[in-house]
């Protein structure tokens, strides 16, 4: 009886995961972040790292909290639609991986207060980078996916870079 009851069950919860799927809708999106590491007005800064040690992007146990502007195009005068708002923290004693634990908070009409969580290792060196997305708010509630990164263009003198970075997520 009870085995009989489990496989009831069992198939209910699976008729109604299948239903849930079948309304999952996906989005992608390309967002451009845009990054000062240094000077007075930076959007990436190091808040703490290992007592004695440089702290920099490359040296293990370097936390840095940031808060980008997010805009539409790469041109840092395009609209800004999201923030990519939280911590980076380097990861791997070679200094190789950060470990990326961001929201991209959205501010334009469209998606307005929903929120996508970033999550992941992100191998530095590469030229591009793929992080998780584990969850999101509002419009984007229960999204998976992932993101990549890659840095479009660079101006060392100013320590600005440009990260393009697409979405792919799945969502109700
Ligand atoms: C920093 O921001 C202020 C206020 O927006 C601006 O006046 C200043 O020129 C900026 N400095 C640099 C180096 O970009
Ligand atoms: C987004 O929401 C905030 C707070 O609810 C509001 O102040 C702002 O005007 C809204 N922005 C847009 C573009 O709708
Ligand atoms: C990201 O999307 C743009 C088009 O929107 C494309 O040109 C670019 O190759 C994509 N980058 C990656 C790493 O897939």
Partial sequence: MAAKLALVLLVVASICSHSEASKLRTTTMTLYFQDWS????????????????????????????????????????SPEIARAQG?????????????????????????NGSTLEVQGASRQIDNVREVAVVAGTGKFRYARGYATFETVYLDMSLAYSVIQCNVTVKHY
Avoid at 52 to 57: H, K, N, V
């Fill in 38 to 77: 240094a000077g007075p007005n930076a959007t990436v800064i190091p808040i703490t790292g290992l007592p004695g040690r440089l702290w920099s992007f490359f040296s293990f146990g370097t936390v840095f909290c940031t808060d980008d502007p997010i805009t539409e195009g790469l041109d840092k005068a």
């Fill in 87 to 111: 911590i980076y923290v380097t990861s791997a004693l070679d200094g190789s991986n950060t470990h990326v634990l961001i929201s991209i908070v959205f501010t334009n009409s469209k998606y």
